[in-house]
């Protein structure tokens, strides 16, 4: 008594497009590709966002060192600066007993002699006295003796 009724017609031509027993699909390896997938999405944007947190971190590491070596450059760069002046100069060639030089001559390439030379100004006795150090860092620089001809 349960049989199906019998159908007719275009009822008959749809009930043949469908399976005539009660089929389940095999739902197990579409939801093991679904949650593979997931997993695999999730484990990729972990990783992904662990290495832009690493380059994040090595970026900021090397922006401060960039900058502390900005820094020691211009540090260094005053130091020449400093030493590099006229009067420090100067300072350190007479603490060495160098004396400023005489008028030069130059040689002509036909072998003429231009300008009259003159010797070095003479050192005098207070120049050649050994001072200590911090005597000369607070003693002012002696004023270079006039030349001939200036």
């Known amino acids: 008594m349960s049989r199906k009724p019998e159908l007719k017609g275009r009822a008959a031509r749809l009930a043949r497009l469908f399976p005539a027993g009660p089929r ?3 739902r ?3 939801v093991l ?3 593979l997938l997931l997993g695999g999405g999730l484990i990729g944007l972990l990783v ?3 290495a832009l947190s690493e380059g ?3 970026m900021d590491d090397l922006q401060r060192d960039t900058k502390n070596l900005t820094d020691e450059e211009q ?3 005053r130091d020449i600066d400093s030493y590099s002046a006229p009067d420090a100069l100067q300072r350190r060639a007479r603490e060495l007993g160098m004396v400023p030089g005489g008028d030069p001559a130059f040689l002509d390439p ?3 002699v231009k300008g009259v030379p003159s010797a070095a100004a003479e050192r005098s006795a207070a120049d050649s006295v050994v001072r200590p150090p911090e005597a000369l860092e607070t003693a002012p620089p002696a004023p270079l ?3 001939p001809g200036r």
Request: proline residues 12%.
């Open 28 to 30: 197990t390896p579409f």
């Open 110 to 112: 036909d072998g003429t």
């Open 48 to 50: 992904l966002n662990s």
């Open 145 to 147: 003796p006039p030349t």
């Open 24 to 26: 389940q699909a095999a």
């Open 75 to 77: 540090a260094l760069q």
């Open 33 to 35: 590709l679904v949650v």
């Open 56 to 58: 994040s971190f090595k």
